[in-house]
């Protein structure tokens, strides 16, 4: 069975701690400098089809989901997430730290329906962005 919890319930899958023992010895420079982050950035170029694109590594994914939106959001907006999101539940502080709101929804195994998002907006809602992390315009 797969669980999708967080990135921290379980180990690494055991292909990715052999390539940490094969590399354990190599000196290399660090800060995404290293031979391995040069492929690992060209690689999502290629996924992006996105050549001239800058690519910097985070060191988690709540550092990276923060960073995301508090590029994406005015100052003034918040996310919608479920009531039960990894984002609601484990990172709410450090996106809130930023200065958006994280606006819990009431959800259904995990997802909110669209009539639940339509009446958070006619209430009042805050203006709010989806969880999109890459645009094609930032390419052009």
């Not at 319930?9 to 190599?26: I, R, Y």
């Not at 992006?48 to 694109?53: E, G, I, K, R, V």
């Not at 550092?63 to 100052?75: E, G, K, M, S, V």
Request: net charge negative; glycine share 8%.
């Amino acid at each position: 069975m797969l669980y999708f919890e967080n990135d921290y319930a379980e180990g690494a899958a055991p292909a990715v701690l052999q390539a940490l023992v094969d590399s354990n010895m190599e000196h290399l420079p660090g800060y995404g400098e290293d031979k391995y982050s040069k492929r690992a950035a060209d690689k999502i170029r290629t996924a992006l089809d996105c050549p001239q694109a800058t690519v910097k590594f985070i060191t988690g994914g709540t550092q990276t989901n923060a960073l995301a939106l508090d590029i994406l959001l005015a100052p003034y907006e918040g996310i919608i997430a479920a009531d039960t999101a990894h984002i609601n539940t484990h990172e709410a502080g450090a996106i809130e730290f930023t200065g958006h709101k994280v606006l819990a929804q009431p959800s259904q195994s995990g997802k909110i329906d669209a009539t639940t998002i339509k009446n958070f907006w006619r209430s009042g809602g805050q203006t709010v962005a989806t969880n999109t992390w890459y645009s094609r315009e930032w390419c052009t």
